[in-house]
């Protein structure tokens, strides 16, 4: 349930930093229209006080990297570790082992050859003659 809050929540933030981020106008937006017209000061943008939208677009970014860091931190102290791993098609079906006596090596089951089905036979293709044999012949 905390997930899915945070989830909607990481999306969300995401999205209003999108947006923010491009309402914005970038540093060198006023570089075409400054030569020659008195604004030398905001060619490559001045460095004055930061407007509503920097300071929000700050405190997103925060909040989304806070988010991800939480995230992540959560996935790995609440994961479970199995005992078995479901290898879907490779999984084989548990056979209790018989034990060995000691000092020896328990042995690998026997393949049943019945149950391996048999590469089908293929005939080679003819061979063609290239057009160098062809023309010694």
Known sequence: MLMTILNVIYVLVAIAMIALILMQRGAGAA?????GAGAS???????GA???LSKSTKWLAVVFFGISLFMAWYATHSARPTTQADLG????PAAPVPAAPA???PQA???DASQIPSA???AAPPQEKSPEASQKD
């Open 41 to 47: 000061g905001t060619v490559f943008g001045s460095r």
């Open 120 to 122: 089908p036979a293929q």
């Open 50 to 52: 930061s407007n509503f």
């Open 89 to 92: 098609v490779m999984s084989l």
């Open 109 to 111: 089951p026997a393949a």
């Open 103 to 105: 000092g020896e090596l």
């Open 31 to 35: 570089a075409g229209s400054g030569f």
